[in-house]
Structures are given as structure tokens and as C-alpha cells.
């Protein structure tokens, strides 16, 4: 690997400069198609950002396929004409975006792109297609100025990463060998700050649970079976308040027994970023941070296992007075797991503590409803030192490791099943409403990024043979 | 008071025989208005229900006054011929009912009445129109027979008692001197069981509160947030589990302290009664029974102070996964209260107890919703010893004390207000639907009532001399 600061290769950057007026109109273009696809109406939109797509790939020298799933399409473009030494790359991405509404809350409409403030405004903007976009323009940088790229590359773009994913896993597994690559490049994260680049090295899993209480066979006079009859909005809290201890560590048995610490460099770097507990009191508007003692509260959010109560209902919950004694009870818990918790592990152990915690004179089920592995990244290896260094060229400065409180599942798929390593290289900005009204990326950060992209192929390229070598 | 068996005056008993099919016949005229005091729609119905009354009263040879109020009128019918030294007895009902609906779970329509088994079907029939209307039968029996009452007899017929009596109170206070009387009868209460008559000797009254837990500005990601942003519904969850101990008793401190203890005969006349816990488990369908320790089943109902939870809300509550680390949560908490236990203190200490335990990075705010004292009669004077012997002669045992866990804050009203004692002398049976459909009066007890209403008079009357010496 090369020892001198990385700067952007000349040609590319001359490209660059030339094209970043059409490279935004282009993308504008991608963002009027309103591809959302969890409303079955936009079904058609999600077939025209698909077709979309493969005319990208295909008017810069790819080869492109859309391939149906039981869902939305995905689009597979490929590139292999870089030479049998050289090194394959895989870039994912979504066309498909959230539902746009509430409507009435965006400032300018969210499939109209507009430009205030040097950022674009658009639904799907950030989340993800001005990032799966970046990519494709930093190929055509490559193909048009070069006539080659340094890598074979096969872009894979779904549509369907807002609804789960549903169908990727599968795919993933059945075109294992045409998937084949060295490295996967993913760009739907978040940079920990702006002007500070970011490698995303870790993703948190997750098992979703629902706890139903039942007590009577139906709903009493409060008055008339109140103390006598247990109350399943009583013990369904009484059951929640065990799942901590009084200093704020998970009290279920067996819940930190797969916890991998993360490693103490890796907590140096995150200790040393500059993230203000005080600017994150006030983003969300409380006087108090809480959580698992023993760690600052970023650690707790991106390095540790957490549970929240996501919903509760019981009873009455309208206004005023109703004397009633509720048959049934319900939370929805979720639990966010560190490598190497298991979500089919979690959920046993939750039910286990259930049934030893549970008061007398009501049953509780506790059901699975959704489960995600966590992950982690290596943060070595060929396709990290190009991350790092390509993203050193673009922003003139190296990058920060960041961690990631929520989940992405399709990252550990890739890992698992392709047998490849991921670099989360993201784009998007703190506050950038990925999935609420007013969604925007940066215009400089949309930029920097097909630089970045472009020259990751080249360091990517030298890193490989380097460790080849 | 003759210590002889109690029996039905002759007289009475002969008319009564002659009358029932008339008298069940005008009940069900009345039952067929729809006087639900909840509805704006049926305020024309509510009148007409008033007026129904007020011409039963009339037409006996009562003078009868409808009385105008900011809700539902209230009739008041007067007979005051007995001599200056006879007392004056006040019989207190309410002519409107609960709404009817779900409709199609009634058997026959709800407002027209039916004989199924012994049984007149028909909203109001047992809260409170035939309770009600027992009693100006009862009347109609001295007056047709021997044109005279024992008695001074005030007959007060609400019609808001369904939509919490909210003008009552000021009625009384305002026509304190008109409504002078020396006791109070009310059925508007149900038996122990079929062929037990029964005396209700205590009410439980109510602080019912709303908790309001607040934490971030708005709802949060729970992947971005979880672990470091403190949970609303968690912190309920734990603030809710801290209102009992472990044992069952509520662990809010001076809960207890203003608790009267019911007299030992009390106790034991209640722990001689037939209860059932086995019959209790099977009628709500559960395997087991909670609460305070040291009572029975019956007692924790009747004679203990609860805390049960009416209601949840937090979050997300649909059908599957969503990842929100909601803004806030909701409790509806009521406490059924003991004499001399009382609302107001009630609420303040369970605000400080909230303020006491609540974890940090929170808000909780605790509103008083409603407030109802608990009643508890003396079981001693004459018209505890009328009615009791009222009730003998008409069922032919001795009336059981009863207790009662809800709650009727109008009859502490009459005590505190009026000065006089309560006989609450019930005619309903349990599973009576009383605010359910398909609600019942056993057309027995009708006629069983008619005879104890008019067996009351002669008694209280006697039983009132005597006591003057």
C-alpha cells in the first residue's frame, strides 16, 4: 500500500469537475420516480427506477440485467474486463425509497428535487439513490475518461431494502457464483460529522418480540374483581420492570454471555470522537441521558446491547374515566445485539425469564416477530485501507471509525453468504430525515462522493495486488 | 322492635297478589323509553322517562315536581301526611340507563322488554327502573289500600346517575331543609345470591388517575437512540411495578394509614358466606387468584383498598415490528379506597411516590381524573333493623351483609348532605347484566321487592317510635 497521502487520480478529478452539473440532473432525474415500494400503487414507479438503473449501467459500458422477484426487481449490472489477476468488486444499493408521507410536512415536493441551502432536497435523495448513484457516475468517470475500469465491478441494486429485503437473501444464494467478488462497497450510511468522513464498522442486530398477557377471559368491573383478580396491565409491568436491574444493565440471564467486547482500539477511536453527550440531550429534548453503566453513551449506543419497550396497550386509553380490570395486556419489546448475540438465542432466553418472572393468575406468549444478526467489520484488509484512503483523497482528511445503533441485515448476508468483506462508505449527514419529510444530501457531499468512489477502484486495485503480493 | 317473625302485613300481601300482573305490565311501559342519559339524542326520551315517573307519583296521590337541572331532570315526589310525629323516609332511584349497544348481542331488543325464565330482559330493568319502580308500587299498595302512609315519604328519581350524578350534589345541598328525612332507602344493588337477601353494607370508593410519562421531544429511532436516550414506557413499566410489594400489598407509603378496619362481627358475618373462590376463578376464567395477603378473596373485594392499572398506551401498538423509542406513555391507575381513606390524599400521595421513584430522564405528571369517597353504613338503627325484617318477611330468611368493591358516590352524598342514614336493600342477582346486554331483573324478586318496599314502611315506622323511647 502506498505510503504518500492519497489525493484523487488527475484524470478522474478533471472528469469530475466537467460533469457534476449533469451528474446532479441525472440523479434528479432518478428521484422523480417515486419508487416507494411498500405501497403496491407505486409498483410501476418501482419497474421505471429498475429500467431506470439498467440505462445507467448500460449507457456507461455495463452489461445490465433486471431480474424479477416475487417482489420488486433487482438489477444486476456487471463490468469483467479488468483481467484475471484482477480483483471483483461488488457495489449494493437501493432504488426503492420510504413513503413519502406526511405530504404536508415537506417544504418543497418529495419527488420534485430542489436545491436550498447546498443540499438536495427529494425523497430517496440520501436513502439511498444519490448514494447508489455516486457509483455509478464514478464507473462512467473511469470507463469515459480511461476506457477501463481497474476492477471488475458488478453492481446489484434492489428494491425492495425499505420493506426488509425480502427477497436478497435468497438471491444472494442462488447467483452465489455470478456474485463471486473480493469486496463489497456499501453507501447508505451516515458520516459521523460534517466534513468528517466515516467508515461504518458496526451494525447492531436485533430480536423483536411481542409479550401478551392474558388475565380474565374478558375485561371486568375494576370495581367489582379489583383485587382479587390479577390485573395483566399490572404484571405485564411488573414483568417489564425485571428486564433491567436498577443500574440500567439487562437483567435477563444469559443475555450478555455472547458479547464479544469490542476491541480496546476500536473503543479508543470512538472514545476520541467528538461527540457531545450535552448536543444529544438537547437534539432529542431531555436533561438526562440513561443506559448500561460503565460505558459513554455513543458506546452504548453503536458497542452495546440494549432493550426498549417499543409499544404498550392495555385496557381503556381513551379520555377520561373507565373503571374496567383488562383481560389482556401486550408490549412490544425489542432487543438491539452486539456480535455474537443471537436473536433465536435472545428470544428463548426472554421467554425463559418470562416464565420464571411471571406473576400468578395470568399466562403471557411471547412471540418472535423479527430477528437480525448483528455485525462487525474486520477494519483490515484490502477493500478497508482503499476506504480509507479514497475517502483521505476526497475530503482531505482520514476517515473516523463511527458505529451504527440500528440495523441493516443485508450486510451480514453479504458477508456470510458472498464470503466477502463490506465497507460501509456512506455520504449521508447527521439530521438528514432518511425516512421523515424533507429528506436531502449534501450537494458537496454528493460530489466528494463519486470522488471517493472513483478513486476507491484505484486503491482498491493496488491494495489487492499489494496483499497478494 | 317486635321480636317476633317478621311477615307481610295481610293487607298488603292480598294487594300485592291482585296487582303483580299491572304492576309488571307499568314496568314494562316504562322499561320501553329509552332514557339513556348518555346520548344527546335521547335527552328528549330522558324526559319523557321523567315525566313517567312523575305521573306514577301523581297518579297514587303523590305530589310530584320535575325538576329542571343543567343535565337531566330530577323528580321529586312528596307525601306528607303521616303526623307530626311520624318520621320521613327517603327513597332515592334514577329513572335513565346505560346505553344499549353492542346492540346485536341482545337477545330481545333492549328496550322492549321480554320474559325469558323467570327473567324481564330489558335495559334498565334491573339498574335501576324496576328497583326503582318496586318502591312506588309499594306505595301504591298503603295508599290503595289503608289511604295512608306509615310514613312521610320523599321519593327523589334522578337521571344522570349513569353519567356520575353530576348535578346531584348541589341539589341536595341546595334543598337541604325540603329534603330533610330520617333515613334513606336506595335499590339500586344486587343480592349475595338467588333467595339470599341481602344488605349492602359498604362502598368502595375511587381515586382514579392518569400517569403521563414524557421522554424525547418526539418519537425516536430505538436502533439510533436505544441504550443511551432513557424509554418512556420502560420507565412506567418500573414506576407502575413499585405500586405493590412483592406480597400484593400497595407499597405507596401512607397508603394504609387512614384504613378503618371493619368490625370483627362484620368480618366474620362476611367470612361465614357462602363465597366460592373456585366459582370466583371459574367466572372470569382464570387458575389462580391474587392480592393483598392476610384476606380472603371476598375481603380483598369488598373491604380492601386496590390499585389496579385500567389502561396502557405507548408506542407502537399495530400489527408487527416498529422500531420507535416513543416520545411518551400512558397509565390509567384507580385506586379503590376504604373508609377513611380519601381521594384528594390519595392522589398526593401517589404523586409524591411517582416523584419518589421516577427515573431519570423523564417527566411524569399525575391528574386526578375522578374522585369518590367509600361508604360504610353503621348496621345499627332503626332503618337497619325495618330493613332487615322488611327483607325477612318478604324472602322468608334473614338478610346477609354484604360489602360491595365499586363504588356509588351518591350515597355518602345523602349521609354527609341529609344527615341520615342509608338501607341499601338491592334486588338484583349476580349476572345481571346490569351494563351489559341482555341485562335482567328475576321477575320474582320484582314482586319479592314490591312486598319488602311496602313491609318497610309499617317496619321503619315502629322501629322509629321505639327508638324514641
Known sequence: MSSTAPTIPSDLAAWCVANDARAQNELFAFLRIPSVSARSEHKGDCLIAAQFVADALTHIGFRADIIPTP???????????????????????????????????????????????????????????????????????????????????????????????????????????????????????????????????????????????????????????????????????RILATFHDADGRVAISGFYDHVRPFPDNVRAQMRALPFSEAGLMHEVGVTALGGEPGYTALERLWTRPTCEVNGLLSGYTGEGAKTVLPAISMAKVSFRLVPDQDPDTIARLVREHVARVLPIGVTATVTALHGGRPWRADLQGPIIDAGKRALQAAFGREPVITGEGGSIPVVGDFERILGAPVLLMGFGLPGENAHAPNEWISVENYQLGIRAAATLLDEFAVAFTMSRG
Chains 1, 2 share one sequence.
Open 71 to 237: 417482489g420488486h426487481p433487482i438489477v444486476l449490472g456487471e463490468w469483467r474486463h479488468a483481467g484475471p489477476d484482477a480483483p471483483t468488486l461488488l457495489v449494493y444499493g437501493h432504488y426503492d425509497v420510504q413513503p413519502a408521507e406526511p405530504l404536508e410536512l415537506w417544504t418543497s415536493p418529495a419527488f420534485e428535487p430542489t436545491v436550498r441551502d447546498g443540499r438536495i432536497y427529494a425523497r430517496g435523495s440520501v436513502d439511498d439513490k444519490g448514494q447508489l448513484y455516486l457509483h455509478i457516475k464514478a464507473l462512467e468517470a473511469h470507463l469515459a475518461v480511461r476506457g477501463t475500469l481497474p476492477v471488475n465491478v458488478i453492481v446489484l441494486a434492489e428494491g425492495e431494502e425499505e420493506v426488509g429485503s425480502e427477497n436478497l437473501e435468497a438471491f444472494l444464494q442462488r447467483e452465489q457464483q455470478r456474485l463471486k467478488c473480493d469486496a463489497v462497497v456499501i453507501s447508505d450510511s451516515t458520516m459521523f460529522a460534517p466534513g468528517i468522513p466515516s467508515i461504518l464498522s458496526s451494525l447492531r442486530g436485533m430480536a423483536y418480540l411481542q409479550i401478551d398477557v392474558q388475565g380474565p377471559a374478558g375485561d371486568l368491573h375494576s370495581g367489582m374483581y379489583g383485587g382479587a383478580v390479577v390485573n395483566p396491565a399490572m404484571a405485564l409491568a
